[in-house]
């Protein structure tokens, strides 16, 4: 709760736009020479008049943050159930991957602030665009956390430690 406070001591710039809404690596298909992003109705579980709300465009792009914490984590998960490395090499596995969901969504970010870079969309300062992305990341891995509660159990570690992260430090994730 303290996270979210700091949003009644400084009023968040940029502009709502109408959003993907569920953006994520499942949403985003490789066709060989480019990428399409599909499935634009937005997250499932909300309603519709939910979905049609205009956000920040950081939104989508805290889908994509989290969508490659999840892919290190399946990974992770697959690299020991099917015993390619040995669960006493688990901590290194973590390390690696940990690196590069760092390195990767560094790099999206990087290009995806590059690309916006003088418009009006996001937020006028550095100060408040870590502040309205960190709290956009925070919402989704509450989100995340009662979707797993209720859909994958065995699952439900991965938003806990992203939300323990997000806790723990304001830069994490790649943040500017």
Sequence with gaps: MDA???????????????CHGDLHL???LRTGTDFVIVDFEGEPARSLVERRLKRSPLHDVAGMLRSYDYARHAAARAILERGIIGHAKSAAIDS?????????SS?????????LEGSTLLPRTRADLQLTLHLILLEKGVYELGYELNNRPDWVSIPIRGILELLGTEKAWGAP
Excluded at 96 to 104: C, I, K, N, S
Aim: zero cysteines; proline letters at 3%.
């Design 4 to 18: 979210f406070r700091q949003l009644l001591a400084n009023p968040l710039t940029g502009e709502r736009i109408r």
């Design 96 to 104: 690696w991957t940990a690196f590069w969901r760092a390195w990767v």
């Design 107 to 115: 790099a999206f970010l990087r290009a995806y602030l590059h690309q």
């Design 26 to 28: 499942g949403q985003v």
